[in-house]
Each structure stands twice: as structure tokens, then as C-alpha cells.
């Protein structure tokens, strides 16, 4: 049976502040990118969707961004290379600690929101986070964009010692360029269940996804993801982990078969 991975990003409450329906979405998912303090979430977060996500099963992956709270992390920061390493050691180690405490093996590693855009295509970028997470266990996968910049994302993986997991997003507008759309652009977030499990079927059985202009763009494929914060999120990840079972796929976490 060919093998995906379904994730969503979790733990990005904080403080008295409820965001996103991770009860409901944990449900569904076979890994869970949780929060680490910088973004959104915080210790007592963190300790409680870890909580959540060993007692259904769902491996865990800690998802650094930005110090961007107010922004969400969706802003774009000019920080130096051992800026963005030091960072991620901070927010890795914090989960990693938190993992321990309830037996749970980190599995992986997706950067948040703008450090994620801004690494795609950026080979220094891509370098620096890569060789943050082989410091702190080179058997931490690494999450990134799936489509052209994969060639090089394998590259610097082999040079690092780690591994990498190719991501698509069913709930997201793509460019001809195989880029996420901009969130400010109409259209960028798909929130209709229907065709955006339609996209999850491509991407994971053909490898394919369809750009805003019509293009048809292949990649490697190793894991789709669903926004937690997506005000359909619910029905839009159990539409599609039902769809992808009922089309034999074998829904899995990544570290399973990376």
C-alpha cells in the first residue's frame, strides 16, 4: 500500500487565548507540528497537546517560527544565520523536554509560517535550520515544501545527515512556480471540504498538484497538511483522511516510512 502521512499544526493557544480545535483535529491526523512558545503556544500548551497527541498515537514534531507573537509568526524577519540557529535549538530543546517527560520519541521537526516561506528556494536559509536540528538529533525529519526545491533539499540533508519529509498543502493555493499563494490573495485558503479533499487524493496518489493557473505541477510527496486554524478544519481533515482510506492509501506518521 503507498504510504502518506495527514498533519496539522497544534498547540498554538496561549495564556487564556483558544486557538485552533485540536481535540477534534487529533482525531484525524497522524502527526501533530506543535508549537514551541515563539509563535503561539506555551509551556503548559505544549505539555498538554503532547498529552493529547501520545494518547491517540500521533507523532509529534516541534514547529519553531519567528519571536513573532503578535504577528503569528506570519511576518517576515531579517535575522542573521546563527539568529535563526539558536532559535530553533531553544524551541526544539523545549519540546524535547517535554517529550521526555511523557515518553514520547520527537519525530520531526517544521518550521512555522514565515520561516518556513522564507526558507523555500533559500539554500543558506534551508542550511542554517538543517544543521540546527542535526546539532540537537540528526534523527529528527525535517518538513518542508514539496515541488522544485526538492532536488536541493535532499542535497542538503545528505550533507547535514538528516532526513527530509516533502509536504503538500490540499487547503492551500498554489503558483505556476510551486509556491504557496499568498495568504493575502483571494482564493490562497481553500476552505471547501469537497475540493480540497479532491486535491489530497492528487497529491498523494498521483504526486500532482494543480496551480492557481492551471498548471500541473509533480513532486515527491511524503505528507499532506491541514491548518489547524482553518475555520473548516474539522470537516476538511475528515473528509480527507476517510477519502484517502477509502482509496487504500495507508495514512501513517511520516516517521514510519521516511
Known sequence: MKKIDLNSDMGESFGTYTIGMDSEVIRYVTSANIACGFHAGDPHVMDATIKLAKGRGVGVGAHPGYPDLIGFGRRNMDCAPNEIRDYLIYQIGAMQAFCRVH???????????????????????????AEAIASVDPTLLYVTL?????????????????????????????TAEGVLASRRLPGAVIKDPKVATERALRMAKERKVIATDGTILEM??????VHGDNPAAVE???????????????VVPMGTFI
Open 103 to 129: 515518553d514520547v520519541k520527537l519525530q520531526h521537526v517544521k518550521p512555522h509560517g514565515s520561516l518556513y516561506n522564507m526558507s523555500v528556494g533559500n539554500e543558506a536559509m534551508s542550511r542554517t535550520i
Open 146 to 174: 514539496a515541488g522544485s526545491h526538492s532536488p536541493l533539499m535532499t542535497r542538503i540533508a545528505r550533507d547535514t545527515g538528516i532526513r527530509v519529509a516533502f509536504e503538500a498543502f490540499p487547503d492551500r493555493a498554489y
Open 220 to 225: 515527491e510527496i511524503h505528507t499532506l497538511c
Open 236 to 250: 476538511l481533515v475528515k473528509q480527507i483522511r476517510t477519502s484517502l482510506e477509502r482509496e487504500r492509501l495507508d
